[in-house]
């Protein structure tokens, strides 16, 4: 086996910050239990970078990319690092980038839940402007059966003061993660959740299992049966069915593993132009027969 990666070293970044100066605060995921994830599994491990070396890396990087509006705080979960950490951090990004106009990071719930409403507050005044966190599924059953850390009950409680503070939320849902049994249960689940919480986007991943994931193994013994495409956008379907049309979440499908490209600046006005496109799909012979993607790397 290789030695884990070092903390500064990026694995991973949402596509949408392709583009933005990335900067590492950890490295790995401080939870790294969720059974559907092998990105950080025997890969890295979590590990906070000391801050002098992110202030210096700031600082450099402020003058190399000095016009860049976008900065992404990377590591599996950035948002677990003390609140004075990130104060500290946002403030040199501040000093050294005039013109940002977003600074984004993955968080988990539980970091949310750490950390106290004013807080949260300092940390949008500072210039945080997006968490993109995990919310993968609205089922308990799932969360629990993924080991996901997190219940629907906390996500309901954690991302509307999350958005309160002044911080947008992007919650990512992955289609698939129930498998055959739970597909309606997912479905159901997840579009009961979205409607309590009104998040500012939802993103949809599709389920995709790399070699590492504990949950390759009931893939291979059959005893968890992945979706077809098809399969996958009926679940995608019934879950944007079942949104109240005063939910005004912007919808993203911007990943490789998604079988559509459905997106909406506002589901609950947009929500019968999308289900009429996602039918066009579902009816359509040919996607009867797409196979799943088996993407190497996420
Ligand atoms: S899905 Fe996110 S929280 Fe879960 S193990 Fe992977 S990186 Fe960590």
């Avoid at 498998?179 to 979205?194: D, F, P, Q, S, Y």
């Avoid at 409607?195 to 790399?210: D, E, Y």
Wanted: charge should be positive.
């Amino acid at each position: 086996m290789l030695p884990p990666l070092p903390p500064e070293q990026i694995v991973i970044r949402p596509p949408v910050e392709a583009y933005s100066v990335l900067i590492p605060i950890t490295g790995g995921c401080s939870w790294n239990r969720c059974r559907f994830c092998g990105v950080y599994k025997n890969l890295q491990d979590y590990k906070i970078r000391n801050i002098d070396d992110v202030l210096r890396d700031i600082k450099i990087a402020g003058k190399y990319y000095l016009n860049n509006p976008y900065l992404f705080l990377a590591g599996g979960n950035a948002f677990s690092v003390s609140t004075d950490y990130l104060l500290e951090v946002l403030h040199e990004i501040k000093q050294n980038f005039p013109f940002i106009k977003r600074i984004s990071t993955y968080a988990k719930v539980l970091d949310i839940n750490q950390k106290s409403d004013e807080e949260l507050k300092k940390l949008a005044k500072a210039g945080l402007t997006i968490c993109y966190i995990g919310m993968e599924s609205g089922s308990d059953i799932i969360l629990k059966q993924m080991k996901k850390g997190q219940t629907s009950k906390m996500i309901i409680n954690e991302i509307p003061r999350l958005m309160s503070a002044g911080i947008q939320a992007s919650l990512y849902i992955i289609l698939g993660l129930g498998g055959k049994k739970w597909t309606e249960i997912h479905a159901n689940e997840t579009a009961r959740v979205l409607n309590a919480v009104n998040p500012t986007f939802f993103r949809f991943r599709t389920l995709n299992i790399m070699a590492n994931a504990p949950l390759k193994e009931d893939i291979d013994n059959k005893t968890f049966k992945i979706l077809s495409p098809l399969e996958i956008l009926k679940e995608e379907r019934s879950i944007i069915a079942q949104l109240s049309p005063s939910l005004t979440s912007a919808l993203r499908n911007d990943h490789v593993s998604n079988y559509s490209f459905v997106q909406s600046d506002n589901i609950g006005k947009d929500k019968e132009r999308i289900l009429e496109i996602l039918d066009d799909l579902i009816t359509n012979p040919e996607v009867g027969k797409w196979k799943h993607k088996n993407l190497k790397r996420m």
